[in-house]
């Protein structure tokens, strides 16, 4: 990892001792109402992974607006978080939530579609261009499904994925790549008794060869990627990368599921219809109902057909695919209103106006210290990196990673009262953020690097 004064790691942990104290005497009932958490919870918290944050203690939130989330004690804190995606259009949108106290108040769910199933159908059709639809309650779900439809419709077992890659909880994604280029199973993996890699095979992101030979085995079912890598940092495709991988697919009649759950940040039609990549399968979750658990996963007309040829073809009975609140009513309402009026062209112009203001405010901030970072951004997503250039693949990304950086970096500009997502350093944008919180991040980032430097 390339050096810098600035970096240094005696430098890094006086600062970041100071940070943990300011940060504790700032939040006073955060932590009291942590400590009263642990009584009833698990890590005294409603989710295990909320200690990855890294805080000295959980932060307590009282309620959220728009692009600012205020604490229980009394902080105004600007949202580049924003809910890791799923508030990406802001929180409480006045819309959205209309739409959805309207449809409680007439029944969230009956196992039965509402008016507002066939509206979201077509509005997603006339989003992203794929034709057919089904609807589940987390990206993690409609990734799941929709490997199981397409295993069911190609007959083939195998699975392709990239290394670094995230796609929630689908066990089958979960193999990674060793120092040495060997699969491996993801270590923290819990509880897993299968060994995947019978199953799966990964592959480094932006390596043709590889996607080739792994094609030639002639036994994948389909490849499941985000058209670009968001969440081992931000891995972006090279140029002509993704054209010739969509002409190996189509040579092996393979099928591409593009995750768009994080990429849908590049526009209103997500990375591929902003870039012109034709997928046959798309997963779109999270921020799809402003909040609400809800996910939408859509089929090319080929691969729709065999999929319902599939299901017709299947003895009568359990598929595996759906869950009893899937397609309800109020998470239609939510995805209606999010789609109509914020899942549009003239809302996206403002976010990613915004987030090329906060790319070129971090690149100038970089340069004028001669930090050897880099920014990456798609569309209203920016993520800061530590290392010069951007990595091209999960393994460059990891090594660049620096988490006693990291830890200080979220820490210090939460003091200042900026919120970046947890496990890397990812800013999005939503149509509620102003320019003025774009330039408080900047500024918060510039006074934190001062109080580095006088460490
Ligand atoms: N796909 C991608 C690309 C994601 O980043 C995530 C979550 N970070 C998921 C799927 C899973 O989303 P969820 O946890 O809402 O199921």
Redo the contacts with the bound molecule.
């Keep these: 990892r390339p050096s810098h004064p600035l970096l240094d790691p005696a430098r890094l942990e006086a600062t970041l001792a100071a940070e943990r104290a300011a940060y504790a005497h700032a939040h006073p009932r955060s932590q009291a109402a942590a400590r009263q958490a642990e009584a009833s919870l698990l890590f005294g918290l409603p989710l295990h992974w909320m200690r990855d944050w890294g805080l000295p203690f959980p932060l307590l939130i009282e309620r959220a607006e728009g692009a600012t989330v205020h604490t229980l004690d009394g902080q105004a804190l600007d949202d580049f978080c924003l809910g ?3 508030a990406m259009f802001g929180h409480a949108p006045p819309a959205v939530v209309a739409a959805v106290q309207r449809q409680i108040a007439r029944g969230s769910t009956a196992m039965l579609p509402s008016e507002d199933a066939a509206a979201v159908g077509a509005l997603l059709q006339a989003r992203f261009g794929l034709p057919q639809w089904q609807f589940a309650l ?4 409609a ?1 799941r499904f929709l490997l199981r439809w397409l295993r069911a419709a190609t007959g083939r077992r195998r699975l392709l994925v990239f290394d670094g890659c ?4 689908v066990d089958d994604c979960f193999v990674d790549l060793d120092d040495d280029g060997r699969p491996t199973m993801r270590p923290s993996l819990l509880g897993q008794v299968q060994d995947l890699r019978g199953s799966t095979t990964v592959l480094p992101f932006n390596d043709l060869d590889a996607l080739e030979a792994a094609l030639a085995e002639g036994d994948v079912a389909c490849l499941l990627a ?1 058209p670009a890598l ?2 081992c940092g931000m891995v972006l495709p090279e140029p002509g990368f993704w054209p010739a991988a969509r002409a190996l697919l189509d040579r092996h009649e393979v099928p591409l599921i593009a ?1 768009e ?3 849908l940040s590049a526009g209103p039609g997500g990375w591929c219809r902003a870039q012109g990549l034709r997928p046959d399968a798309l ?1 779109v ?2 921020a799809l109902g402003s909040g609400l658990p809800v ?1 939408a996963y859509g089929f090319s007309a080929r691969w729709a057909e065999a999929a319902m040829v599939a299901k017709l073809a299947a003895a009568p009975g359990h598929s595996g695919i759906g869950t009893t609140l899937s397609g309800h009513r109020a998470g239609l309402a939510a995805m209606r209103a999010t789609l109509e009026t914020l899942m549009t062209p003239a809302v996206y112009a403002g976010m990613l106006a915004r987030g090329a203001r906060l790319a070129d405010g971090l690149e100038r901030l970089i340069g004028i210290r001669g930090l050897p970072w880099s920014v990456s951004r798609l569309g209203a997503r920016c993520e800061l990196q530590y290392g010069p250039r951007p990595p091209r693949n999960g393994k460059e990304a990891a090594a660049q990673f620096d988490d006693r950086l990291d830890a200080w970096l979220h820490l210090a500009l939460l003091n200042r009262g900026v919120l970046l997502t947890p496990f890397h350093s990812m800013m999005l944008i939503s149509p509620a953020t102003q320019d003025a919180q774009v330039d408080h991040l900047l500024d918060a980032l510039d006074q934190a690097l001062d109080t580095l430097a006088a460490a």
Excluded: I
């Design positions: 890791d995606t799923a987390s990206a993690s779900d990734n995230y796609h929630g909880t985000e968001t969440n995750d759950t994080h990429t997963v979750g999270k996910a």
